[in-house]
């Protein structure tokens, strides 16, 4: 079992910039593909990042290309989505989500059944 807790979202004018932040507790974490995804308001629930276990391979949806970085420190249990360029449309509850047989799979996921643990999400509002 593992507890994730988002920080860092808020509230900014377009073009903008955010970082979020995912606190993982639990010894496990280094071995969780770990992934962040989105929920705008009566829209369903869309994937933004993700990344491996060991930090290696990342992946992004198209509207997050050139705009987001995601990173993890396996030290701090932490892993954080950095948000440049922010546009009205990226307004959302941002949520942390953890695959616990990620270090046995050959790539990130990118659906929300792929996920196992999630935080309770951080809202980010971007104005124009």
């Known amino acids: 079992q593992v507890q994730l807790k988002e920080s860092g979202g808020g509230s900014v004018q377009a073009g903008g910039a955010l970082r979020l932040s995912c606190a993982a507790s639990?010894?496990?974490?280094?071995?969780?593909?770990m992934g962040w995804f989105r929920q705008a308001r009566g829209k369903e629930r869309e994937f933004v990042s993700a990344?491996?276990?060991?930090?290696?391979?990342?992946d992004y949806a198209e509207s997050a290309k050139g705009r987001f970085t995601i990173i993890r420190d396996n030290l701090k249990n932490t892993v954080y989505l950095d948000m440049k360029s922010l546009k009205p449309e990226d307004t959302a509850v941002y949520y942390c989500?953890?695959?616990?047989?990620?270090?046995?799979?050959?790539?990130?996921?990118?659906?929300?059944?792929?996920?196992?643990?999630w935080g309770q999400g951080t809202q980010v509002t971007v104005s124009s």
């Open positions: 990344i491996s276990w060991n930090g290696i391979s990342t």
């Open positions: 989500a953890a695959d616990s047989l990620g270090n046995s799979k050959p790539r990130v996921g990118v659906l929300p059944t792929e996920y196992h643990f």
């Open positions: 639990g010894r496990s974490f280094s071995r969780y593909n």
